[in-house]
């Protein structure tokens, strides 16, 4: 993993940080990611950040509830409530 600093800029007395972080996908090989979650874990890396409704149109609903549930028991993703739909942003 690497990661590099983008941006730094102080807000209302705290350091603000824009952050990229790259993993080789094949480090993850121990993790035993299917191809899907892969596939997915690569899309969210390519675009920072996605909502689940995106992923769904692309992979499928029940496929992406599943394989997005199991980057979250990982640790490789987290998912935050964005109005009626959740994003998806590389931990």
């Known amino acids: 993993m690497r990661v590099r600093i983008l941006k730094e800029e102080c807000e209302?007395?705290?350091?603000?940080?824009?952050?990229?972080?790259?993993?080789?996908i094949n480090s993850?090989?121990?993790h035993e990611l299917g191809?899907?979650?892969?596939?997915?874990?690569e899309f969210i890396l390519?675009?920072?950040?996605?909502t689940q409704k995106e992923l769904s149109k692309l992979f499928g609903?029940?496929?992406?509830?599943?394989?997005?549930?199991?980057?979250e028991d990982i640790g490789l993703v987290r998912?935050?409530?964005?109005?009626?739909?959740?994003?998806?942003?590389?931990?």
């Open 12 to 24: 209302n007395g705290k350091l603000v940080l824009l952050l990229k972080v790259e993993i080789e």
């Open 61 to 71: 609903r029940a496929n992406t509830c599943r394989a997005i549930r199991n980057l």
């Open 28 to 30: 993850l090989h121990k």
């Open 46 to 50: 390519d675009n920072n950040e996605v």
């Open 79 to 91: 998912r935050e409530r964005k109005g009626r739909t959740y994003v998806i942003r590389v931990v």
């Open 35 to 41: 191809e899907l979650e892969r596939q997915i874990l």
